[in-house]
């Protein structure tokens, strides 16, 4: 199983990006997607999930309205679009994998497989 994930950067507050996870090595569509992050001196927290099978999602409060995760089945990468950032948004940002069929939900221990992280960092 891997995960690569890239498209983090520098931008400025209220700027976009858009994250990318690259994955191989399981069986996509059994597999639930996660994107998490973590900014020094603090927890890991989660910032949208979506469930392969049925394109389901899920995002915190912090990210619903500006952030939207969506999955291209075909090409087994999964997206994080990333708008109107906030600085409280810096962090390295990470996709992990978990199969579905364990009633995996968006809580970063739940997930097995780990992508190494983009830093993202906005500027005020």
């Known amino acids: 199983v891997q995960l690569q994930a890239s498209g983090g950067g520098l931008v400025q507050t209220g700027g976009s990006l858009r994250l990318s996870c690259a994955t191989s090595g399981f069986a996509f569509d059994d597999y639930a997607i996660g994107w998490f992050r973590q900014a020094p001196g603090k927890e890991r927290e989660e910032v949208a999930c979506?469930?392969?099978?049925?394109?389901?999602?899920y995002y915190p409060a912090s990210a619903k309205g500006r952030f939207t995760v969506s999955s291209g089945n075909t090409n087994r990468i999964v997206y994080l679009q990333m708008n109107n950032l906030k600085p409280e948004d810096s962090a390295i940002y990470y996709c992990a994998t978990a199969p579905e069929d364990n009633g995996v939900g968006c809580l970063w221990d739940e997930y097995d497989y780990w992508g190494q992280g983009t830093q993202v960092t906005v500027s005020s």
């Open positions: 979506i469930a392969s099978s049925d394109a389901k999602t």
